[in-house]
């Protein structure tokens, strides 16, 4: 079990998500940037499924209490095993009793610890990731509990990745949203020509553009939108669901991003630069 | 049953989407679950899609691999116009409890006010009419509801609540509704119904249907007690009735 010392600014455990209840209105979650919380995954030569903590912008003070093995991939966040610099994208041997926190964010938002094995909490609807109330909490909390197996001996295969450059890169690869085909000449001329900003409200439901183009003043019927579904909304904002974003919504939409502009939306924070790019 | 003019768009490279005539309208809805029926039955895994229908719309989601737009667009085309007879669908009406007193019913001598009648005729309007089902979504388990009477349309609240109770059954525009968890929200609450919509302890975490169909009857504080202790234990039975029999 591992012990959180200090909860950091908002940590959740995520895997690959919750599936097969969208019907009921349950939004999909799980990891925001799936591609590094995967890599940390297939490092420990986990199953992709296996639950990792997802962790934002800064980072919690954790305390294992068993033997086990750890990787670091997203977010460069200054991690330190027992006040020692570890480097992300390779395999740590953890011994019981040792510490691990982080430090001064270095570049992108999110960033991703698997365990061996995965992290064992309490799995609901199908699956462990954080969302409430189809779990309990929102994020992890000071002092409370995660479980994972203990994992004296582990040889990887792999002892190091390199890191997915997701910070670096401002393109996000789209394909046609269902309306895609109200939008003008101008609003697509803008629309792939210029550079958006991430706005303030950003966050697991969905990402705001500080940036709008031309408003509509289309009245559709409430249908399914999915992580990834670009909302225009009347007054001409751009809104990007994301994993926890609602399973319905009645706002027109645009564009989709690729599963993988997903997760270079994911290391995007306030003020970030973001361009679409139809694929 | 008559074959509407369906629409097929690409939604992204894991969905597509299925849009019948832009209307709220029973035969569309019930014509739209027949074929997600079919579907199920004949044409795609339910392991690997999901089906999301709501109003006029049909959203089918892939779990992982990608879709080849123009050939699945011509399988549904051919699915659609090839459809066998009709089914009779497991449709429900589920019959849900409200306490209406002003404990729970904050919003009522206001919306009383503004449609210029008393609260019980309120009440009376609401519990006679039933609701269609046209989708859910927003939160889990939160029903969009269709068939609202014109004398019970309502403003929104100018200013929304930053937490509306669980359970809060609401007034907005043409739509009632009941909120399936505490969440901020603007519409206008006239009660509160003791039997929760969603529930993670059931493998189906949420009883209802899109399709089905919901009425409301009146209780009083006291049943409101006793039946929110029964659901909690779990041995509150809801009124279900079967409409297709």
């Known amino acids: 079990m591992l012990k959180v010392v200090a909860s950091g600014f908002f940590s959740t455990v995520q895997d690959i998500g919750r599936f097969n209840f969208r019907n009921k209105g ?34 919690p003070t954790l305390e294992f209490n068993e033997p086990t093995y750890i990787a670091i991939t997203g977010a460069e966040l200054s991690a330190e095993l027992n006040g020692n610099g570890i480097k992300a994208y390779e395999v ?87 309306e895609y085909g109200i939008l003008s000449d101008k609003q697509l001329e803008i629309l792939f020509s210029k550079e958006f900003s991430v706005a303030k409200e950003n966050n697991r439901m969905a990402y705001q553009l500080n940036e709008t183009i031309d408003g509509h003043s289309i009245n559709m019927l409430t249908s399914a939108t999915l992580p990834g579904t670009v909302q225009l909304t009347p007054a001409g904002k751009l809104i990007i669901l994301m994993r926890d974003g609602q399973t319905t919504g009645g706002y027109p939409r645009i564009l989709q991003l690729s599963k993988k502009a997903i997760s270079i939306l994911s290391q995007k924070k306030y003020g970030d630069q973001v361009a679409f790019e139809m694929s | 049953m008559k074959s509407y003019n369906i629409n097929i768009k690409p939604f992204g490279k894991q969905a597509i989407l299925i849009e ?67 089914v009779v669908l497991d449709r429900y009406q589920w019959n849900l409890p409200v306490c209406y007193d002003s404990e729970f019913g904050i919003d009522l001598s ?17 519990t006679r009419h039933v609701y269609t089902v046209y989708g859910i979504g927003f939160l889990p388990g ?104």
Not at chain 1, 36 to 57: F, G, K, P, Q, R
Not at chain 2, 62 to 71: A, C, L, M
């Open chain 1, 26 to 59: 349950v939004p999909v979650s799980g990891a925001m940037d799936s591609y590094s919380a995967a890599i940390a995954n297939s490092l420990l030569e986990n199953e992709s499924s296996d639950a990792v903590l997802e962790i934002t912008m800064t980072g």
């Open chain 1, 92 to 178: 740590h041997q953890i011994r019981q009793g040792d510490i691990l926190s982080f430090g001064k964010l270095i570049n992108g938002f999110r960033c991703y610890l698997a365990i061996k094995n995965g992290f064992k909490t309490e799995e609901v609807l199908g699956s462990r990731s954080f969302y409430k109330p189809i779990t309990k909490l929102n994020c992890i909390r000071d002092y409370m509990e995660l479980n994972y197996d203990a994992v004296p001996a582990f040889t990887p295969k792999i002892a190091e990745v390199k890191a997915a450059p997701f910070h670096k890169v401002s393109g996000l690869e789209v394909q046609y949203g269902p």
């Open chain 2, 20 to 86: 019948w005539p832009n209307k709220v309208d029973e035969q569309i809805l019930e014509d739209i679950l027949q074929f997600q029926f079919h579907l199920k039955q004949d044409h795609l895994n339910e392991i690997e899609w999901e089906m999301v229908a709501a109003y006029n719309s049909l959203t089918l989601i892939h779990r992982d691999g990608e879709i080849n737009f123009s050939k699945f667009r011509r399988e549904l085309k051919d699915w659609y116009s090839s459809e066998a007879a009709p």
């Open chain 2, 110 to 126: 206001v919306v009383a006010q503004a449609l210029k009648t008393s609260p019980e005729e309120i009440i009376g309007l609401h």
């Open chain 2, 142 to 245: 939160f029903m969009y509801l269709g068939g609202l009477p014109k004398s019970l349309e309502t403003e929104r609240r100018a200013e929304p609540r930053l937490n509306v109770k669980k359970g809060a059954v609401g007034l907005a525009g043409k739509q009632t509704g009941i909120y399936p968890q505490d969440s901020p929200g603007g519409w206008n609450i006239i009660g509160n119904c003791p039997v929760p919509i969603f529930n993670i302890n059931n493998d189906d975490p949420c009883f209802v249907n899109v399709g089905d169909r919901i009425a409301f009857y009146q209780i009083n504080k006291g049943q409101y007690e006793l039946h929110k202790i029964e659901a909690e234990v779990g041995i509150y039975n809801i009124e279900k009735i079967k409409i297709n029999a």
